[in-house]
T-cell receptor, first 117, second 113 residues
Framework: GAVVSQHPSWVICKSGTSVKIECRSL??????MFWYRQFPKQSLMLMAT?????????EQGVEKDKFLINHASLTLSTLTVTSAHPEDSSFYIC?????????????FGPGTRLTVT | AQSVTQLDSHVSVSEGTPVLLRCNYS??????LFWYVQHPNKGLQLLLK??????LVKGINGFEAEFKKSETSFHLTKPSAHMSDAAEYFC???????????FGAGTTVTVRA
């Protein structure tokens, strides 16, 4: 089946630094990737939609200058948390839509646990 | 706009007994619906999906769900719970327009020995 990887699986950084998270579709081309964040004991919240070769579309309330998304190829999207603060600590999950399939199924990465100290 | 509502935030069952997780949807057209499972600190795994074919959908690990238009429901069931079923379950609807997923609040399942 389709596999999506994320790297790193967990990261600890100091307040004020930037962190980059990678999302890769390993065996299919992902025309669209989505980034979510999940706080403990809560559901997933969509942050942004990333289409290959174009600017990401951010959900209301998500700071685009803080959460930089780049989708440079059909298999890679990156999320950079800039000037991270402790309130950015969360579980970040990406998903990828297989453009060759029926389009309705998304494949999720294993998530990245970000802790900002 | 589409949305889903999971009616139970927490379900506790004994091992070997049936599991029922309830989900109602709201949509102006026939939706595509999914159930995902998430184990602690893990990503999401697709259990099953409904995309306007058979209303009774069978998924992995013995789970199944029935789409009932008259009740706007898509409840998830399993006849016999296993300890490994302890996890968080999400009912999800997808937008045909932009493929965005809308998640329910989630149901935490605990399984008692």
């Amino acid at each position: 089946g389709a596999v999506v990887s994320q790297h790193p699986s967990w990261v600890i950084c100091k307040s004020g630094t930037s962190v980059k998270i990678e999302c890769r579709s390993l065996d299919f081309q992902a025309t669209t990737m989505f980034w979510y964040r999940q706080f403990p004991k809560q559901s997933l919240m969509l942050m942004a939609t990333s289409n290959e070769g174009s600017k990401a579309t951010y959900e209301q309330g998500v700071e685009k200058d803080k959460f930089l998304i780049n989708h440079a190829s059909l298999t890679l999207s990156t999320l950079t948390v800039t000037s991270a603060h402790p309130e950015d600590s969360s579980f970040y999950i990406c998903s990828a839509r297989d453009g060759a399939g029926d389009g309705y199924e998304q494949y999720f990465g294993p998530g990245t646990r970000l802790t900002v100290t | 706009a589409q949305s889903v509502t999971q009616l139970d935030s927490h379900v506790s069952v004994s091992e070997g007994t049936p599991v029922l997780l309830r989900c109602n949807y709201s949509s102006s057209y026939s939706p595509s619906l999914f159930w995902y499972v998430q184990h602690p600190n893990k990503g999401l795994q697709l259990l099953l999906k409904y995309t306007s074919a058979a209303t009774l959908v069978k998924g992995i690990n013995g789970f199944e769900a029935e789409f009932k238009k008259s009740e706007t429901s898509f409840h998830l069931t399993k006849p016999s719970a296993h300890m490994s079923d302890a996890a968080e379950y999400f009912c999800v609807v997808i937008s045909y327009y932009d493929y965005k997923l809308s998640f329910g609040a989630g149901t935490t399942v605990t399984v008692r020995a």
